[in-house]
């Protein structure tokens, strides 16, 4: 049995403070810790099948609520009704972070090594790399992460409870398990909840349910468990009051309500690598595995075979890793997806962490929410039926530009509608106004779709409220489910009723039609039937109009609680929660790039079917599932099933993480879109998740890779666009590093295999590595579109860096050079064998000038350069003439040839070296006709 209220009140706030009886209150200590370990075991249990009254005796508590010493100690016990924040990264962690690359951890290497051999010029360059490249890193994350602060704030601050039998209102992080909070139109609500008493209570949950209708709500106790959304005694965190009034017992706080469970299935999920953070992996792992193969190879030949001193062995060895590894690699990565985040930027996209920026260019799969997403969460009357005509409605969201015209082949009788739009305006609460030509609607959805389509029909009639007094109200009950307005039109007193077809057809036994009322008949009811199911077809909510005019003497406050009867059928209307029209736009050209989109709702399906078909997400022959076919499937058979299936409805947190998990067993990319509280698993587990940051909620906003400022569907096509974009031109670059990287490993292999001299020098390599090669390749990155990146399929995450047309023309530039290089440093040593500086110096132009003219060819790896052309991109050839300028400071200026070890050369030697590197472009040429052939 559980303890009477008033003892307990009794116990914990007078005997517990006794101090005449120690050993009565440890006895008391140790009961009250077993009533809050009872109170810990109610808040797991789902309430909405048991009596409100065995709730509030399991909670220790009553209708009177809890006195205020009580609250105290539970705030104590169950802690701060607040969601767990993630600690923020430190920022030593987001530096060090920048470091976590094996192509890093060769080069920290070498700089040690070169330490050792007190070559310092070598050890400045190679950490200037490494410092260069952490920076940029590191300031790109702190400002997203900035940004994403700016835009947070979902608590509700204060909330109203009753305490010691009284009204007070607390800060809502005080409230506690066993609290009875009050709540009315507008309110947040604070924390989960078990209804006790309701007057017509009307919630909006969209952010977990994700239906934009509010739902109905009852402190009557269902029959048996069901979903979240069917949960129609029961209050969540984070959701609002639309309409009516209720009390409710706290039944979780905190981490223990639902908003929390997913908080905290967002903080525990796994984060997964992004398509380009594999590829590059990959790609360290295999240069990992070259330099040590090279190096094994280098020192076999030089110090075994050809017996050189074992210094100038190990100098080579680590000229020999600087050359293979792309030290500009990671900086160029982190400028270009630099760049990318700035151009996101403009498209309304807020990029949390550099991969993802390419992430969307790789997606195969998007996974989408409706409400809010595709559609606009705004309630629009399309289809209107009155006095036997049909009419359309046009026009988007709470604006009152639109039209109202009749049904094709019908005759235009628009005075038809004027009872129709009196009984929709004035049996409703809603109130629409335009303010600096914006249309603002305050109230419930679905009244707000009436008023608009009021206004369509003439702005007067937004005052009708005002002109025509309302004498009495029965408002909307889900249980009766439609509501009454007594209002005095003229000289008369006039009951208008709207709610369900059924609902009000049942209370109807006329029908009004050509300006007159008549009896209904049995074939108008079959009509009205039909046309409920043709706006049903469509996903459409119908709402009946009706009216009566009351005999005089009838009281309206008292004729509203009698039974309703003897209305005259005034017509109905479709609501409907439109899609954008950008989103229609946007899936059609995500189903032209290969990408196939998912809707995954928390709605019916019906009305999901109905979206999914006018967006293009759903064809025939395509497959739905609800949350309720889900539960009954293992992973083994949503996996076989998951590639068919376009639309999800009625699904929970859970299923959303299981279907992203079961589309990505299958090798997909998977992105997801969302903005409701229940989409931040999937958001966290897909591969890239994008948030709506001005409807979004903090949850999802913190879950997600990329935020939507604007809240446009269609800024995901842009996003892919400019993530394929992005990837090509960082595969450009890539390719143009290679083919310099492999070219100088074939000069050193070379050389050290024929037991020649190194013709370059480690500090040499370096620059020409970071600064020229560096300079240029940047400007990759900003190369412009070749226009048909979304007439593509997606690339495969198995997809190499390299194309097959990138490995031929590496092979040759890489190939070509190493000859190059080689004959101009035996040219040299012809012009001047008494200086090896001399050859040197003709080796190190001979290569920069190769990547000056190389980098043209990169443009395109099929492409002829004469189709795309050299001014395509003046940010490249202004880079080219920055690079060149650089390279003859490094030969001219005094104390930059002391760093480099090399020396002036004439006219006519610059112009060998030229000459030299110029055959690239020629050679690479007919690589691209034959690759073409």
């Known amino acids: 049995m559980v303890a009477p209220v008033c003892l307990q009140r009794v116990t914990f706030t007078s005997l517990c403070s006794s101090k005449e009886f120690p050993a009565f209150k440890q006895l008391l200590s140790v009961y009250r810790r077993n009533i809050m370990d009872k109170i810990r075991s109610a808040i797991q249990q789902d309430w909405s099948t048991e009596p409100a009254q065995s709730a509030l005796e399991s909670y220790y508590t009553s209708k009177e609520g809890l006195s205020a010493v009580e609250s105290g100690k539970r705030l104590a016990t169950f802690g701060n009704n607040e969601i767990a924040k993630g600690k923020p990264t430190p920022w030593y962690v987001l530096l060090a972070r920048q470091f976590a690359n094996p192509l890093i951890y060769i080069l920290l290497a070498a700089a040690i090594i070169t330490i050792l051999m007190q070559h310092y010029n070598d050890v400045i360059i190679i950490f200037s790399v490494l410092v260069i490249n952490a920076a940029i890193g590191f300031y790109q994350e702190r400002k997203a992460e900035r940004a994403i602060n700016n835009i947070k704030g979902m608590s509700a601050p204060l909330c109203r409870v009753?305490?010691?039998d009284n009204v007070a209102e607390v800060p809502a992080?005080?409230?506690?398990?066993?609290?009875?909070?009050?709540?009315?139109?507008?309110?947040?609500?604070?924390?989960?909840?078990?209804?006790?008493?309701?007057?017509?209570?009307?919630?909006?949950?969209?952010?977990?349910?994700?239906?934009?209708?509010?739902?109905?709500?009852?402190?009557?106790?269902?029959?048996?468990?069901?979903?979240?959304?069917?949960?129609?005694?029961?209050?969540?965190?984070?959701?609002?009051?639309?309409?009516?009034?209720?009390?409710?017992?706290?039944?979780?706080?905190?981490?223990?309500?639902?908003?929390?469970?997913?908080?905290?299935?967002?903080?525990?999920?796994?984060?997964?690598?992004?398509?380009?953070?594999?590829?590059?992996?990959?790609?360290?792992?295999?240069?990992?595995?070259?330099?040590?193969?090279?190096?094994?190879?280098?020192?076999?030949?030089?110090?075994?075979?050809?017996?050189?001193?074992?210094?100038?062995?190990?100098?080579?060895?680590?000229a020999i890793a600087v050359s293979a590894i792309p030290e500009g690699l990671p900086v160029i990565i982190t400028l270009v997806l630099a760049v990318g985040v700035r151009r996101m930027a403009r498209h309304k996209a807020l990029v949390r962490k550099l991969p993802t920026v390419e992430t969307l260019g790789s997606a195969t799969v998007i996974c989408t929410d409706k409400t809010g997403t595709l559609t606009r969460n705004q309630m629009v009357v399309t289809r209107v039926f009155s006095q036997g005509h049909n009419f359309t409605v046009s026009g988007e969201g709470y604006s009152c530009d639109g039209e109202i015209k009749p049904q094709e082949g019908e005759d235009n009788n628009h005075s038809s509608l004027d009872k129709l739009v009196q009984i929709a305006v004035l049996c409703n609460n809603a109130s629409l106004t335009n303010e600096s030509n914006e249309w603002q609607m305050v109230g419930d959805a679905t009244e707000g779709a009436l008023m608009t389509l009021g206004g369509k029909h003439s702005r007067e009639n937004l005052n009708l409220r005002k002109k025509y007094e309302r004498l009495a109200e029965l408002p909307f009950d889900s249980r009766i489910k439609y509501m009454v307005t007594v209002n005095k039109v003229g000289d008369e007193i006039v009951a208008h009723m709207k709610g369900s077809l059924e609902a009000?057809?049942?209370?109807?036994?006329?029908?009004?039609?050509?300006?007159?009322?008549?009896?209904?008949?049995?074939?108008?009811?079959?009509?009205?039937?039909?046309?409920?199911?043709?706006?049903?077809?469509?996903?459409?909510?119908?709402?009946?109009?009706?009216?009566?005019?009351?005999?005089?003497?009838?009281?309206?406050?008292?004729?509203?609680?009698?039974?309703?009867?003897?209305?005259?059928?005034?017509?109905?209307?479709?609501?409907?929660?439109?899609?954008?029209?950008?989103?229609?736009?946007?899936?059609?050209?995500?189903?032209?790039?290969?990408?196939?989109?998912?809707?995954?709702?928390?709605?019916?399906?019906?009305?999901?079917?109905?979206?999914?078909?006018?967006?293009?997400?759903?064809?025939?022959?395509?497959?739905?599932?609800?949350?309720?076919?889900?539960?009954?499937?293992?992973?083994?058979?949503?996996?076989?099933?998951?590639?068919?299936?376009?639309?999800?409805?009625?699904?929970?947190?859970?299923?959303?993480?299981?279907?992203?998990?079961?589309?990505?067993?299958?090798?997909?990319?998977?992105?997801?879109?969302?903005?409701?509280?229940?989409?931040?698993?999937?958001?966290?587990?897909?591969?890239?998740?994008?948030?709506?940051?001005?409807?979004?909620?903090?949850?999802?906003?913190?879950?997600?890779?990329?935020?939507?400022?604007?809240?446009?569907?269609?800024?995901?096509?842009?996003?892919?666009?400019?993530?394929?974009?992005?990837?090509?031109?960082?595969?450009?670059?890539?390719?143009?590093?290679?083919?310099?990287?492999?070219?100088?490993?074939?000069?050193?292999?070379?050389?050290?295999?024929?037991?020649?001299?190194?013709?370059?020098?480690?500090?040499?390599?370096?620059?020409?590595?970071?600064?020229?090669?560096?300079?240029?390749?940047?400007?990759?990155?900003?190369d412009p579109a070749e226009g048909d990146e979304m007439q593509k399929p997606p690339r495969h995450a198995d997809d190499s860096l390299l194309t097959k047309a990138m490995r031929w023309q590496v092979a040759v530039v890489s190939l070509l050079m190493c000859m190059g290089t080689l004959a101009a440093y035996r040219i040299g040593v012809r012009i001047d064998p008494a200086d090896a500086r001399l050859a040197v110096s003709m080796a190190f132009c001979t290569v920069v000038?190769?990547?000056?003219?190389?980098?043209?060819?990169?443009?395109?790896?099929?492409?002829?350069?004469?189709?795309?052309?050299?001014?395509?991109?003046?940010?490249?050839?202004?880079?080219?003439?920055?690079?060149?300028?650089?390279?003859?400071?490094?030969?001219?200026?005094?104390?930059?040839?002391?760093?480099?070890?090399?020396?002036?050369?004439?006219?006519s030697q610059l112009l060998i070296c030229a000459g030299i590197a110029f055959t690239v472009i020629p050679a690479v040429e007919a690589v691209k006709k034959l690759a073409v052939k």
């Open 173 to 318: 992080i005080e409230v506690v398990p066993g609290d009875i909070i009050l709540l009315e139109e507008g309110d947040k609500i604070p924390a989960d909840a078990r209804i006790i008493s309701e007057s017509r209570l009307q919630v909006e949950e969209a952010i977990f349910t994700g239906e934009s209708i509010a739902a109905h709500k009852t402190a009557e106790q269902q029959a048996k468990s069901s979903v979240l959304a069917d949960r129609h005694n029961m209050l969540y965190s984070g959701t609002h009051v639309t309409a009516g009034r209720g009390e409710a017992l706290v039944t979780g706080t905190g981490m223990n309500t639902e908003l929390g469970k997913i908080a905290g299935l967002v903080q525990t999920a796994e984060e997964v690598l992004t398509p380009l953070q594999k590829t590059i992996e990959a790609f360290s792992h295999m240069v990992i595995k070259v330099v040590l193969g090279i190096c094994s190879v280098i020192f076999i030949s030089s110090y075994i075979f050809w017996k050189q001193p074992f210094d100038e062995v190990l100098l080579n060895a680590i």
């Open 162 to 164: 009753r305490r010691d």
């Open 504 to 782: 009000v057809l049942e209370r109807c036994s006329q029908v009004r039609e050509n300006g007159n009322a008549r009896s209904i008949t049995p074939a108008d009811r079959e009509k009205f039937e039909q046309l409920n199911l043709d706006y049903a077809s469509a996903a459409m909510r119908i709402i009946g109009l009706a009216y009566r005019n009351l005999a005089t003497g009838i009281d309206p406050l008292k004729y509203v609680d009698d039974e309703q009867s003897g209305y005259i059928f005034a017509g109905m209307v479709g609501i409907i929660d439109l899609p954008r029209p950008e989103a229609i736009e946007a899936v059609g050209k995500c189903r032209k790039a290969g990408i196939k989109v998912v809707m995954i709702t928390g709605d019916h399906a019906a009305t999901a079917l109905a979206i999914g078909k006018q967006t293009g997400i759903y064809d025939e022959g395509m497959k739905t599932l609800t949350g309720a076919e889900l539960a009954e499937m293992t992973d083994d058979d949503l996996k076989n099933i998951v590639l068919d299936v376009a639309i999800y409805a009625r699904t929970s947190p859970e299923d959303k993480m299981r279907i992203i998990q079961a589309l990505q067993s299958h090798r997909h990319v998977v992105s997801m879109t969302g903005d409701g509280v229940n989409d931040a698993p999937a958001l966290t587990r897909a591969d890239i998740g994008v948030a709506m940051g001005r409807t979004g909620t903090d949850v999802a906003r913190e879950a997600a890779g990329m935020v939507l400022v604007d809240d446009n569907f269609a800024s995901i096509v842009a996003a892919v666009e400019e993530g394929r974009i992005i990837f090509n031109n960082l595969r450009k670059a890539i390719g143009f590093l290679v083919s310099t990287n492999i070219g100088e490993v074939l000069i050193f292999l070379v050389s050290s295999l024929l037991g020649l001299p190194a013709p370059l020098r480690a500090v040499q390599i370096l620059w020409v590595n970071l600064v020229t090669d560096g300079t240029t390749s940047v400007a990759l990155g900003v």
């Open 849 to 907: 000038f190769f990547q000056l003219f190389n980098i043209f060819n990169c443009r395109s790896f099929e492409k002829s350069l004469l189709t795309v052309g050299i001014f395509g991109n003046m940010t490249l050839v202004g880079s080219v003439i920055l690079a060149a300028s650089l390279q003859m400071a490094a030969i001219y200026v005094p104390f930059m040839q002391n760093l480099f070890g090399v020396v002036g050369l004439t006219s």
